[in-house]
């Protein structure tokens, strides 16, 4: 059951996502985590000592989009995120094009 719901939030932050380009050319990271004020002040904090911008706060998913990470910093910025406690996982921002 919550392997499917994991993979129709996934699927449905994907198709969400895809409509926005990032102007920058910058890389992207999705980072889910738990849904408590404390974890997201935790984690907006992180994005500003790493001098990242907050693409997308989802609220009701528990999940925030950050960009402006130069391709040097892309592993560091992912490792920050990942080594936070409340953090769940943390993907890349990508857009998939399907082939007419």
Not at 29 to 41: D, K, T
Not at 50 to 72: C, E, F, P, Q
Not at 77 to 84: D, F, G, I
Request: proline letters at 1%; a positive charge; aromatic letters at 8%.
């Amino acid at each position: 059951m919550k392997c499917r719901m994991i993979s129709a939030v996934f699927l449905w932050l994907l198709s969400a996502c895809s409509g926005h380009e990032n102007e920058k050319g910058k890389n992207t990271l999705i980072i889910y985590h738990e849904g408590s004020a404390v974890c997201r002040s935790s984690l907006l904090a992180l994005t500003t000592k790493l001098h990242l911008d907050v693409v997308y706060s989802l609220k009701t998913m528990n999940a925030l989009v950050v960009g402006g990470i130069s391709d040097r910093h892309y592993h560091q910025a992912e490792q920050a995120y990942k080594n936070k406690k409340c953090v769940y996982g943390v993907n890349k921002d990508e857009v998939n094009i399907m082939p007419e």
